[in-house]
């Protein structure tokens, strides 16, 4: 049963993903993205990330989206008569994706990964109690890390969309 | 080799091959991770690049839950949490950055961005 969901919610994120790079539409490819990332938290569901399942549709499809939608329309750019993509780009994207794709595939069948067997141990992926030990005894420093870049990408979201009258003034 | 011996034989393959294990996760990422590479140098819209690059930080995250799973330890998940927050910052911070651009150029297409040519 888990197997057959895992080639479901696989299936789904790769021809979403593809929708997002093939789509001519900024909009439509945003939409792709909000249902490739909703099959990626099926998948989290899949290896007993519940709570990682909740913040990637809550954080990604919700806020993330959201916002991307939201440029789309204040910026108002239907890319009009123009070619979202060149013939030489298709060839170049293609070549290095392809090249990639067969470094990390040769990775992983040549390098002889033993895939272990599950682990049999729960490691309790579900209990925010899991997750508040952790962070809260070794990840203490880059929680409080954490905490102050968001704070520093607030300010510098602040700054960067304020007008200033005369750019000599910040000179 | 007979039809009545490679059919069994070919569906065996296909079953081994449909059997979920770390390694399908770990496929499974590393296209996500390609497409996302593909669209990166193949679009010329800079909101769809960037959709791209999100893709790319997801495909990451599948793969360090998986190993997680498979491991037994709550490592790789507190890891994708950290991601999770900084991947919020950092698409605020790019939009505005985005936005910030087009007000001043009136364009967000990359082949129109070429000030720092020649």
Avoid: W
């Amino acid at each position: 049963m888990s197997d057959t969901l895992f080639h479901l919610f696989a299936v789904l994120t790769v021809a979403c993903a593809l929708g997002v790079v093939l789509n001519k539409n900024a909009v439509a490819s945003a939409l792709c993205l909000l249902v490739c990332l909703t099959g990626i938290a099926g998948l989290f569901v899949l290896l007993d990330a519940f709570l990682l399942a909740v913040l990637t549709v809550f954080v990604y499809a919700g806020a993330v989206v959201a916002l991307f939608l939201f440029i789309i329309m204040l910026l108002d750019m239907q890319g009009g008569n123009r070619k979202p993509f060149t013939k030489s780009s298709i060839v170049a994207g293609a070549a290095a994706a392809g090249l990639l794709c067969t470094g990390l595939y040769s990775f992983l069948v040549r390098g002889h990964i033993e895939s272990p067997v599950l682990a049999t141990t729960k490691v309790g992926g579900s209990s925010l109690r899991a997750y508040a030990e952790l962070l809260f005894t070794t990840y203490l420093l880059p929680v409080q890390i954490v905490g102050f870049l968001l704070l520093i990408a607030m300010l510098g979201v602040i700054v960067l969309s304020k007008k200033f009258e005369n750019l000599e003034d910040i000179k | 080799m007979s039809p009545f011996v490679s059919l069994p034989l070919a569906l065996v393959c296909a079953a081994d091959f449909l059997r979920v294990d770390l390694n399908s996760y770990l496929y499974l990422s590393a296209l996500l991770f390609a497409i996302g590479f593909f669209g990166v140098l193949l679009r010329k819209n800079t909101l769809v690049i960037y959709m791209c690059l999100e893709l790319m930080l997801v495909a990451a995250t599948v793969a360090l839950v998986a190993f997680s799973r498979y491991n037994g330890t709550m490592d790789g998940n507190v890891f994708v949490f950290f991601i999770l927050t900084v991947a919020a910052a950092e698409v605020a911070v790019g939009l505005a950055i985005i936005v910030a651009l087009f007000r001043r150029r009136q364009t967000i297409q990359v082949e129109e961005l070429n000030a720092l040519k020649n």
